[in-house]
């Protein structure tokens, strides 16, 4: 609930900022970690992100935040690629998976410019592979987005049909590195909902995922000309990514939310020419993947994760800067109308 989850926060030294746009939207921003951890429609305390347990109480938020472990609050957040550059310090080897601290929760500072906030963080990190040494800056703010069915009230009926979005704008810029240095680094942004819902990802053509991740089985992946079902709720942890060329840059994830349906979506752009370097671990070749969703049932937690990539940046590609923006379109109603907007938005094949 919002205000559990503000005072929280508060109480625990992680303050938070609330953004409200004029539809009425809250978006719960904050600093710590750079994350948007809460979506908000205007008459409806229910968020439609995962959050960590831990911030249920002031208690077991004081004890999560005070220990060495990844704290992974939940919800929107930038996380950079390939992952087996930055995530493995040992690679090859994968006997270790670590979340630089430096990115997460980094250091970000809030600014406050024209009426809205900007998330600003400076890091360093070492890649894996190249041993190579990059210093980046990461920037983020968040902008309204109406709902995208506001004109088409004359074809679908909305009665009923609570709604909440924001735009995310972030960037990514290379401020300093040694001379000649191939790195290649991207945004990755990802989302945390909760878990036990179908993603639905649309397709140009048929495109078989690539299972990149775990075991998943047959009757949870359910693919057709133009659209991916993954029904994300089993146990352990399992990860699934489709190539740019693919990928129409629009996912959503419905799931049940009480006694109705709600369904996020998240909009963004997808450049088939754009140099996509997050890869298989076990094939650092296989490049080009645009688009992923991680279920996860263990002791990282319980939640689906939605998840894009931008092109990466890099002295030798030319690109020492990207601007990304996406943005998240969320509906609650009953299971009819929901359908019916998931097919407008999504595929008539949901």
């Known amino acids: 609930m919002l205000e559990r989850l503000v005072k929280v926060l508060n109480r625990v030294g992680k303050p938070i900022e609330l953004c409200e746009s004029p539809d009425g939207t809250r978006v719960l921003i904050l600093p710590y970690g750079g994350r948007i951890l809460g979506l908000f429609t205007p008459g409806d305390p229910e968020n439609f992100y995962w959050t960590h347990p831990a911030l249920a109480s002031v208690e077991t938020a004081r004890a999560f935040y005070a220990s060495d472990v990844w704290q992974n609050s939940g919800g929107d957040r930038t996380w950079l690629s390939p992952e087996a550059d930055i995530f493995f310090p040992n690679f090859p080897k994968l006997d270790k998976y670590w979340q630089p ?6 250091n970000y500072k809030v600014e406050a410019t024209g009426g ?6 400076r890091l360093s990190l070492t890649l894996s592979r190249s041993k190579q040494h990059v210093e980046l800056e990461i920037t983020k703010s968040v902008g309204s987005a109406p709902n995208p069915l506001r004109y088409e009230r004359g074809l679908y ?14 960037s990514l810029e290379l401020i300093r590195t040694e001379k000649n240095n191939p790195a290649k680094v991207g945004l990755w942004n990802l989302v945390q909902l909760p878990h036990n819902g179908d993603l639905l990802m649309p397709t140009y053509v048929r495109a078989v995922p690539k299972i990149l991740m775990g075991v998943v089985a047959p009757e949870d992946l359910i693919v057709t000309d133009h659209l991916i079902r993954y029904r994300m709720r089993a146990s352990g942890e399992h990860k699934i990514g489709i190539r740019a060329v693919a990928a129409t840059g629009r996912v959503g994830y419905l799931y049940p939310a009480n006694n109705q349906l709600a369904l996020v ?8 020419s754009g140099e996509y370097v997050d890869v298989p671990w076990s094939d650092t070749e296989d490049l080009g993947y645009s688009t992923q969703a991680c ?3 263990s002791g990282l937690g319980t939640f689906s994760e939605l998840e894009y990539h931008s092109p990466a940046i890099g002295q030798r590609l030319g690109r020492i800067q990207c601007d990304d ?13 929901i359908h019916a907007i998931a097919k407008s938005l999504l595929s008539p094949a949901v």
Not at 101 to 106: K, M, N, S
Not at 157 to 170: F, K, M, N, Q
Not at 327 to 337: E, L, N, P, Q
Request: no cysteine; aromatic share 10%.
């Open 101 to 106: 601290r430096e990115l997460d929760p980094g």
């Open 265 to 272: 979506i998240r909009n963004f752009l997808v450049n088939p």
């Open 325 to 337: 923006e996406s943005v998240i379109w969320a509906f609650r109603g009953t299971r009819d109308r």
């Open 157 to 170: 009926d909305l009665a009923g049909v609570e709604y909440a979005g924001y735009t995310l704008r972030s």
């Open 116 to 121: 809205s906030l900007r998330l600003m963080n």
């Open 295 to 297: 279920n996860v049932n």
